[in-house]
């Protein structure tokens, strides 16, 4: 059936300058325009839409496609680069409340790794009581062997320490 529908084209298409095995202006500039139109190229769609309606006029979905590539549609909002954005955002705020956190507590010491240097080292550790001088007169607790300095001598270099370079010093305060 299909051949014999070609065969009738072909009969009718004789003796006319139409070419029988190549696509039509029309179908170059429609296909160019639906291309350009689905990419989001709209102007260059506008362009090749209106070319298709000047070789056939006034055809419905030309006629339509040429009013949405002059409107085109309003685009959606990129919810997945919005959550892209608020995830990396997240993700760097984290990480710098971790660096954060970790040079805060990098010289930290545990009281029981305070305890094994105590009891198990050849050599005990200096312990520096920090307290202020009012917190320190009041409390009734104090560790056996601690030199009470004040913060405030510490950070202006007053207080008298030798101290050798290979010692382990630990600061309190309670």
Not at 4 to 31: C, M, Y
Not at 113 to 134: F, K
Request: with cysteine; net charge positive; hydrophobic share 45%.
């Amino acid at each position: 059936m299909g051949q014999q529908r070609r065969a009738a084209v072909r009969d009718f298409l004789k003796g006319t300058a139409a070419p029988v095995d190549e696509p039509s202006r029309f179908n170059i500039a429609w296909h160019a325009g639906l291309g350009d139109f689905f990419a989001g190229s709209y102007a260059r769609a506008e362009q090749h839409f209106a070319e298709a309606n000047r070789l056939l006029p006034e055809l419905p979905d030309v006629r339509r496609m040429l009013a949405e590539a002059r409107n085109p549609p309003a685009r959606p909002f990129p919810w997945a680069s919005v959550a892209a954005a608020v995830i990396a955002t997240s993700l760097a705020g984290y990480g710098v409340m971790l660096s954060l956190r970790w040079r805060r507590n990098r010289f930290r010491i545990r009281p029981s790794e305070v305890l094994r240097l105590l009891e198990g080292a050849t050599e005990r550790p200096i312990l520096l009581d920090v307290r202020d001088e009012a917190t320190y007169a009041r409390s009734p607790v104090r560790i056996p062997g601690s030199k009470h300095v004040t913060e405030a001598s510490l950070e202006s270099r007053t207080a008298q320490l030798e101290v050798e370079r290979e010692r382990i010093v630990v600061a309190y305060c309670t």
